[in-house]
């Protein structure tokens, strides 16, 4: 299938190249000489600059084959054809390898410097190169008048160049991201007509389109020379405010209107100029000036345009870095703050809300509680048995106690339970219902059951913490000295 595309591309810019090269021998040497209108290498160096490498050769031997047989059967003559088509060639391939060597990607992100240095190479240096050689082959050859030819050249293949070869890109490039587009969209299965902002685009094109004809119809009909500025002045505002592929469209579609129209007789560049050829000459020449006016803008505003837009993905792509590292922080503080195994608040985390108690949390109650022997269940069911049992026992505690208390595990099978607003009577209630609880429940290990039981001391804050913490140490200590399995109260 790629080769069928591949063969394609070759026989559609062949055929191209032979319909502007039939036109302009046929129907645009008004001078006698040299086309004063000359298309196809624009066409051609459109093509090359989108097509691989590889496909080079065959693309400028059908084009060169196609240039011979129009300039023999309609122009010049065969003698000096293929002279012509090497020339012509030439130009095409200069203009291609330029581009590539200054834009390297597309030409509507350039700067202001890269775009004058490839409007001066493709409208002057490149057809001058290539002028020089077809004028000095058809003056020995022909006997044709070697100034005279040299500026028909010129004028032709330069306001070719610079008319159509920026729209030409800009079609290519356009054609190769639509490809991908639908591509994506098969793949998709997206089958979707296209939104409305594409919809919006195209009737804007439209409308564009249809002004700049209506426009330069209308200079063209009557001989005011003031109001060529309109046309120009339009097409530099197509450039700031519309798509690329339109604005880049302007410049062909003024030497599309002007040329004919000048050559027959009619508008302000017409005015006073007896011969065809001079009125079609000043025709390219106002082209030639709608496309240096109109071309840097497209560029420059594309370029901006690629710069918010590549701000903006920065911008967003900080945000998003910015709330992936808020995450991260956030994960890291309830890692720090977080038992692993139970999930329950860390040692750390405990201590955080005992000392941010306030003047509200005067009834608050801490509780100490302990799993009695639990050394033993590491050493005869092991260490995998003994978290279990410790997961377990948190999940029973956090289930015991109200989403305002705080229950956490602050080392080894030691546990602490800060509740706030509860009086000590009420506080040994709520711890000996969990110490009956457990008492009652037997734990599943990886090697079978297992029953647990857990010793508690309790003792009210009051104004200092750290003094509350050790009399419930030592009320936790007199609780398993009395027996464990029970709770006991500080003094």
């Not at 370029?303 to 993905?313: F, I």
């Not at 080392?411 to 509860?422: H, K, Q, W, Y």
Request: one cysteine or more.
């Amino acid at each position: 299938m790629g080769n069928v595309r591949n063969h394609f591309g070759t026989v559609l810019v062949a055929v191209l190249y032979f319909g502007g090269a039939v036109f302009a021998s046929a129907f645009v040497r008004l001078n006698g000489g040299f086309a004063m209108v000359w298309l196809s290498s624009a066409i051609l160096a459109a093509w090359l600059i989108a097509a691989d490498r590889r496909r080079w050769r065959a693309g400028i031997a059908a084009c060169a084959v196609a240039h011979i047989v129009a300039s023999g059967c309609f122009g010049i003559g065969w003698m000096i054809a293929p002279v012509l088509a090497a020339a012509s060639i030439g130009e095409a391939i200069a203009a291609a390898l330029l581009a590539q060597r200054i834009f390297k990607s597309t030409w509507t992100v350039a700067t202001f410097t890269k775009i004058a240095v490839f409007a001066l190479g493709i409208m002057i240096v490149i057809p001058l190169g290539s002028g020089l050689a077809a004028a000095t082959v058809a003056h020995f050859a022909k006997g044709m008048a070697f100034g005279p030819g040299l500026q028909s050249w010129m004028l032709g293949h330069g306001v070719g160049l610079g008319a159509i070869l920026p729209f030409g890109m800009t079609i290519t490039s356009r054609m190769a991201a639509l490809r991908g587009i639908v591509f994506d969209r098969r793949r998709d299965g997206d089958a979707r007509s296209a939104p409305f902002a594409e919809r919006h685009k195209a009737a804007i094109a439209v409308l564009i389109f249809a002004t700049m004809v209506v426009v330069c119809v209308s200079v063209f009909l009557q001989d005011a020379r003031w109001t060529l500025l309109v046309p120009l002045l339009f097409a530099v505002f197509a450039a700031i405010w519309v798509d690329a592929l339109v604005a880049t469209a302007m410049p062909l579609l003024v030497t599309t209107i002007a040329a004919p129209m000048s050559v027959a007789g009619l508008g302000p560049l017409a005015s006073g100029l007896g011969a065809a050829g001079d009125r079609l000459e000043m025709a390219l020449l106002y082209a030639g000036l709608v496309v240096c006016c109109s071309l840097p803008v497209v560029a420059d505003r594309a370029r901006r345009r690629l710069e918010v837009d590549r701000l903006s993905r920065s911008a967003a792509h900080f945000q998003a870095v910015s709330q992936r590292n808020d995450n991260l922080i956030d994960e890291l503080r309830r890692a720090a703050l977080t038992d692993p195994l139970t999930g329950l608040p860390n040692r750390r985390a405990f201590f955080d809300a005992l000392h941010a108690l306030g003047p509200d949390d005067e009834a608050a109650c801490l509780a100490m509680i302990d799993l009695d022997h639990f050394k033993q269940v590491n050493d005869r069911f092991g260490h995998a048995a003994g978290d279990s049992v410790l997961a377990q026992f948190a999940e029973i505690a956090r289930t015991s106690f109200r989403s305002s208390d705080v229950v956490a595990r602050i080392g080894g099978e030691e546990f602490a339970v800060l509740l706030r607003n509860v009086p000590m009577d009420q506080a040994c209630l709520v711890v000996q219902r969990l110490v009956d609880r457990l008492a009652a429940t037997t734990m599943a290990i990886p090697t079978g059951t297992v029953c647990v039981t857990i010793s508690s001391g309790i003792a009210v804050i009051g104004a200092d913490a750290n003094a509350a913490m050790s009399r419930a140490d030592e009320a936790l200590y007199a609780a398993k000295a009395a027996g464990r399995s029970r709770l006991a109260m500080a003094a």
